[in-house]
């Protein structure tokens, strides 16, 4: 079974946009994933089309309508669909390696994408949408959100990376950053290539790297080491 994205959006042209080259859209020609688009604006019911208003109790901005966007999903993921639904929003839960995982285990998702202030609490809460966060910083639409998502999951799905073990060994995989690269040449102005890794001593050399993965993320990240890491 196909991994199925669904993305309601008012810019359904910015799909599948990146995600139409490269792995991603060798395996969307594959069929080892589906995309649909699918264009908020058809389910507003005024004449104008309107899908957004002004903000209950005033202030800046412009609101998506819980009604318009109720029907929307309602056409995209009907009762019985299987697939989460998902928010692009940066007051969601950060998403994570683990999270992207669960997501490309599962049959797909449905995923909205906010723009102007964000959409109507009472659409969050009438269809139970899981409100995913791709970082501390606020983007002015969820698609490039969607997009960072889809990547992220497509590149798990059987088939889609040539070479599955470089997928195990990655940062997060594991809880560390991942070590450092280095190709030829041998030397690259003045910096020689670490010894270690020219020396053939494959348990030499996963000591190494280990060692190193470890030290970048003491260094860098302390959050994925503590107690607790993020999930
Ligand atoms: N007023 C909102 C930000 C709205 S940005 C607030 O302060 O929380 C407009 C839309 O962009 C959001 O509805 C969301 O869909 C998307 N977006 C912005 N930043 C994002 C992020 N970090 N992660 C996921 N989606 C984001």
Not at 154 to 166: C, D, E, I, K, Q
């Given at each position: 079974m196909s991994f199925a994205a669904s993305v309601l959006t008012l810019y359904p042209e910015m799909f599948p946009g990146p995600l139409g080259l490269s792995l991603a859209g060798r395996a969307l020609e594959a069929g080892t994933w589906s995309l649909e688009a699918i264009q908020i604006r058809d389910f507003a019911t005024d004449r104008h089309r309107n899908v957004d208003d002004t903000p209950a109790g005033g202030g800046a901005g412009m609101v998506m309508?819980?009604?318009?966007?109720?029907?929307a999903i309602d056409h995209a993921s009907p009762p019985g669909d299987a697939r989460p639904r998902l928010l692009m929003s940066p007051r969601g839960k950060p998403l994570t390696q683990a999270r992207v995982r669960e997501l490309a285990a599962g049959p797909g998702a449905v995923i909205l994408c906010g723009r102007f202030e964000g959409v109507d609490q009472r659409l969050i809460d009438a269809r139970g949408l899981e409100e995913v966060s791709v970082g501390d910083f606020i983007l002015s639409g969820g698609e490039p959100a969607a997009l960072v998502l889809l990547d992220a999951v497509v590149r798990l799905l059987p088939g889609?990376?040539?070479?599955?073990?470089?997928?195990?060994?990655?940062?997060?995989?594991?809880?560390?950053?991942?070590?450092?690269h280095y190709t030829r040449p041998q030397e690259f102005e003045g910096r020689p290539i670490p010894d270690v890794l020219i020396s053939g001593n494959h348990r030499k050399i996963a000591e190494w790297r280990r060692a190193e993965a470890e030290k970048l993320t003491r260094e860098r990240r302390p959050d994925l080491l503590a107690d607790d890491p993020p999930r």
């Amino acid at each position: 079974m196909s991994f199925a994205a669904s993305v309601l959006t008012l810019y359904p042209e910015m799909f599948p946009g990146p995600l139409g080259l490269s792995l991603a859209g060798r395996a969307l020609e594959a069929g080892t994933w589906s995309l649909e688009a699918i264009q908020i604006r058809d389910f507003a019911t005024d004449r104008h089309r309107n899908v957004d208003d002004t903000p209950a109790g005033g202030g800046a901005g412009m609101v998506m309508r819980a009604d318009v966007l109720a029907k929307a999903i309602d056409h995209a993921s009907p009762p019985g669909d299987a697939r989460p639904r998902l928010l692009m929003s940066p007051r969601g839960k950060p998403l994570t390696q683990a999270r992207v995982r669960e997501l490309a285990a599962g049959p797909g998702a449905v995923i909205l994408c906010g723009r102007f202030e964000g959409v109507d609490q009472r659409l969050i809460d009438a269809r139970g949408l899981e409100e995913v966060s791709v970082g501390d910083f606020i983007l002015s639409g969820g698609e490039p959100a969607a997009l960072v998502l889809l990547d992220a999951v497509v590149r798990l799905l059987p088939g889609v990376m040539g070479n599955a073990v470089s997928g195990e060994e990655e940062s997060f995989e594991n809880g560390l950053l991942e070590h450092p690269h280095y190709t030829r040449p041998q030397e690259f102005e003045g910096r020689p290539i670490p010894d270690v890794l020219i020396s053939g001593n494959h348990r030499k050399i996963a000591e190494w790297r280990r060692a190193e993965a470890e030290k970048l993320t003491r260094e860098r990240r302390p959050d994925l080491l503590a107690d607790d890491p993020p999930r």
